[in-house]
């Protein structure tokens, strides 16, 4: 009932940037918090950056003032604007957002999840 579509990974030296970007679509009545994790080889996943419907962020230590999180709420999309990349921060980073369907006359909410989209940081 609900899609998350990542784009924008890739191989990028370090130093350079990258965008991630995220649509939610599907059968949404409203999107509340979205987010950003990723998960490296081997470690768990973990959380990069949220943002809340009402445009509070929250970010890991690892990357403040390095990723700024930003969404915009009519497109329902969530983008990550990663700078200053570290090969530390290569992994498989997912979309996820807190979403309320309405379906079939039923009301619904839970999380849900992208399929991923993979950041490599390599000279």
């Known amino acids: 009932q609900v899609q998350l579509v990542e784009s924008g990974g890739g191989l990028v030296q370090p130093g350079g940037s990258l965008r991630l970007s995220c649509v939610a679509s599907g059968s949404i009545f409203k999107v509340y918090a979205m987010g950003w994790y990723r998960q490296a080889p081997g470690k768990q996943r973990e959380l990069v950056a949220t943002?809340?419907?009402?445009?509070?962020?929250d970010y890991a230590d690892s990357v403040k003032g390095r990723f700024t999180i930003s969404r915009d709420n009519a497109q329902n999309t969530v983008n990550l604007q990663m700078n200053s990349l570290k090969p530390e921060d290569t992994a498989v980073y997912y979309c996820?957002?807190?979403?309320?369907?309405?379906?079939?006359?039923?009301?619904?909410?839970?999380?849900?999840w992208g399929q991923g989209t993979q950041v490599t940081v390599s000279s």
């Open positions: 996820n957002a807190d979403i309320t369907t309405f379906y079939r006359a039923l009301y619904a909410r839970g999380e849900n």
């Open positions: 943002i809340t419907d009402g445009g509070s962020t």
